[in-house]
């Protein structure tokens, strides 16, 4: 039951950092073996993750990060939170991304990938591996139609410099998203979270959407 979630902060509404930090303390209820952040600036992408609760993280995270990210809070159900590959974000060599759930299938979906070679044990990393080193010309929903077990979604493509952000739920996990009126994104797992959220930070939600199950969506600038 790992908690996940996002941002994605247009005209400057809110110190992104403190966004992160918020979700991090907030989303700590459904998993404290590990917590981590991601978030593009500049044309790269950088992670910060430690196997510490999100509160932990949440106080060391001071730096000027990016306005587009993701986050989770890890209740470890495979690969032990003590290797820093088994956390989230997940760098899957090319997609960086969060998983709330459990995946039945992470080796088959490892065999299916092309050029890629595992890191590590979490299940989460065949999805992204999946989303990045599929065969040629298998579509999104090709991909994700392999996964077994059950999965919310939110990952970054590294080095993107249009900075999007990608959001899928698949099955069961939940996923949530609040957007203000001047476009600002924020996703979590909870739409109790995503209010608090909204709360702690000082914005108004315009607009609010529970993800449905099998859907994907992406953000660029709100
Ligand atoms: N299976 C993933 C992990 O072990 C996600 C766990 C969860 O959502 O509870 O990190």
């Given at each position: 039951m790992c908690g996940i979630g996002a941002f994605q902060i247009v005209r400057d509404e809110v110190d992104p950092a403190k966004v992160a930090r918020v979700l991090l303390r907030l989303l700590e209820v459904r998993g404290k073996d590990a917590s981590g952040v991601a978030w593009h600036k500049g044309g790269d992408t950088y992670i910060c993750k430690e196997n510490c609760a999100g509160a932990d993280l949440a106080r060391r995270l001071t730096k000027d990060i990016g306005t587009t990210g993701i986050v989770h809070t890890r209740w470890a159900t495979k690969g032990s939170p003590t290797i820093a590959?088994?956390?989230?974000?997940?760098?899957?060599?090319?997609?960086?991304?969060?998983?709330?759930?459990?995946?039945?299938?992470?080796?088959?979906?490892?065999?299916?990938c092309v050029d890629y070679k595992r890191q590590a044990q979490v299940d989460s990393e065949a999805i992204f591996a999946l989303l990045g080193h599929a065969p040629k010309g298998w579509t999104l929903a090709q991909k994700v139609e392999q996964v077994q077990g059950n999965a919310s979604l939110l990952w970054l493509a590294s080095h993107d410099k249009s900075e999007t952000l990608h959001a899928s739920r698949l099955q069961s996990s939940p996923l949530v998203f609040g957007q203000t009126a001047k476009g600002s994104i924020i996703f979590a797992s909870t739409k109790a979270i995503l209010l608090e959220t909204f709360r702690r930070c000082d914005l108004k939600v315009d607009f609010i959407h529970e993800m449905v199950q099998g859907t994907y969506l992406q953000a660029q600038g709100g």
């Amino acid at each position: 039951m790992c908690g996940i979630g996002a941002f994605q902060i247009v005209r400057d509404e809110v110190d992104p950092a403190k966004v992160a930090r918020v979700l991090l303390r907030l989303l700590e209820v459904r998993g404290k073996d590990a917590s981590g952040v991601a978030w593009h600036k500049g044309g790269d992408t950088y992670i910060c993750k430690e196997n510490c609760a999100g509160a932990d993280l949440a106080r060391r995270l001071t730096k000027d990060i990016g306005t587009t990210g993701i986050v989770h809070t890890r209740w470890a159900t495979k690969g032990s939170p003590t290797i820093a590959g088994n956390n989230h974000p997940i760098d899957a060599q090319g997609i960086v991304g969060v998983h709330n759930g459990h995946i039945s299938n992470d080796d088959d979906l490892i065999k299916l990938c092309v050029d890629y070679k595992r890191q590590a044990q979490v299940d989460s990393e065949a999805i992204f591996a999946l989303l990045g080193h599929a065969p040629k010309g298998w579509t999104l929903a090709q991909k994700v139609e392999q996964v077994q077990g059950n999965a919310s979604l939110l990952w970054l493509a590294s080095h993107d410099k249009s900075e999007t952000l990608h959001a899928s739920r698949l099955q069961s996990s939940p996923l949530v998203f609040g957007q203000t009126a001047k476009g600002s994104i924020i996703f979590a797992s909870t739409k109790a979270i995503l209010l608090e959220t909204f709360r702690r930070c000082d914005l108004k939600v315009d607009f609010i959407h529970e993800m449905v199950q099998g859907t994907y969506l992406q953000a660029q600038g709100g």
